[in-house]
């Protein structure tokens, strides 16, 4: 099956098969700000950089019958043993100044997602259903918020249906909105835990004793978590701190945690109250145990101890222990942010 909606990650298709790959992007349909000549040339080169690093990739995911090929976005169609890897970072990340070393280790990344997810398909699957009941329980609380803020009648747009899956089923335009946010959580403590496998099973990538562990927390602190927003790219001033303290705490929460994960060296600010939440006890046995919520998810995401590889446990315990605070921010951040726009 399709994900109902295609959020960030990966997707899987194990029961319906798919005749073809993903279709590219004809030029008639471009989604890139690039010429089409730099499209086409980047595109052959990620074609032939897939080919060439083939066998590494299937060490990496466990699984020698694997093929690899280029596609929309990442998937994994499992009934027939392929992965297909998203062209938009073998196109876009060299405008963003991505290395060689950076483009295979996200292609890495993305393939130690499919590892997890062979752990427990099933435990995985029912997350992402669960997320979607989830957002249908939360979306009357944000219309309510936004109702006292804008006034009735509200937009159309946020309750209109929409498309979400192949059989033609629909939800409200709102509710996918508020599952990519939930999903946003999840797929970054997830980051968090693949993230720590890496190094493990490609110890080029060590932090410390890899040839291109440098190369990866340049990549976190400069292009996907930049201390400087507005200077993507650019390293950080000596002593810099990461400022997040402008960013929705329900954001804060989710990118403090995994940034920190993967650039230990440099400091981040955050609020005080996304501060205190990390430092407080999740249950009154957790604070016997002297054990905080950041405790508690840095071992979650800890490939190192059994329990947590396999997904559906750690599912369970950020289900438990980080949704309840991050619902509590992200809920006081829709009064306090502008409606949410229809993209």
Not at 12 to 24: G, M, R, V, W, Y
Not at 102 to 118: G, K, N
Request: proline letters at 10%.
């Amino acid at each position: 099956m399709y994900e109902r909606y295609r959020p960030p990650g990966y997707f899987i298709d194990d029961k319906e098969p798919q005749e073809a790959p993903p279709a590219l992007v004809t030029p008639a349909a471009p989604k890139y700000d690039l010429p089409p000549a730099v499209v086409a040339e980047r595109r052959e080169w990620a074609k032939k950089f897939i080919k060439h690093n083939s066998a590494a990739f299937a060490e990496i995911a466990g699984d020698p019958s694997l093929t690899f090929e280029l596609g929309d976005w990442f998937m994994i169609d499992l009934k027939h043993g392929k992965v297909y890897l998203s062209e938009e970072t073998f196109i876009k990340g060299p405008e963003e100044g991505w290395s060689p070393e950076q483009i295979f280790w996200a292609a890495c990344h993305e393939i130690s997602h499919f590892r997890d997810l062979r752990e427990n398909p099933q435990g995985m699957l029912e997350n992402f259903e669960r997320l979607w009941d989830r957002a249908a329980a939360i979306a009357p609380r944000v219309l309510d918020i936004l109702r006292a803020k804008m006034g009735d009648p509200l937009p159309v747009y946020l309750t209109e249906p929409v498309p979400v899956g192949r059989d033609g089923r629909t939800v409200p335009w709102i509710e996918t909105w508020v599952y990519k946010q939930i999903h946003r959580l999840y797929n970054g403590l997830d980051d968090m835990y693949v993230n720590t496998t890496l190094p493990l099973r490609t110890p080029i990538f060590h932090e410390t004793r890899g040839q291109h562990g440098a190369a990866i927390v340049r990549l976190y602190r400069d292009i996907l978590f930049p201390t400087n927003p507005s200077k993507k790219g650019q390293p950080p001033l000596p002593l810099q701190a990461a400022d997040y303290e402008k960013s929705p705490k329900s954001s804060q929460l989710g990118d403090y945690l995994l940034r920190r994960r993967m650039v230990r060296d440099q400091p981040i600010l955050i609020s005080k109250e996304v501060r205190d939440a990390l430092d407080s006890f999740p249950t009154r046995a957790f604070e016997r145990r002297g054990i905080r919520l950041e405790d508690h998810v840095n071992h979650v995401t800890d490939p190192a101890e059994d329990a947590p590889r396999d997904p559906r446990w750690r599912y369970e315990r950020i289900r438990d222990n980080v949704e309840p605070v991050w619902l509590k921010f992200f809920l006081k951040d829709l009064e306090e942010m502008p409606p949410p726009e229809k993209d």
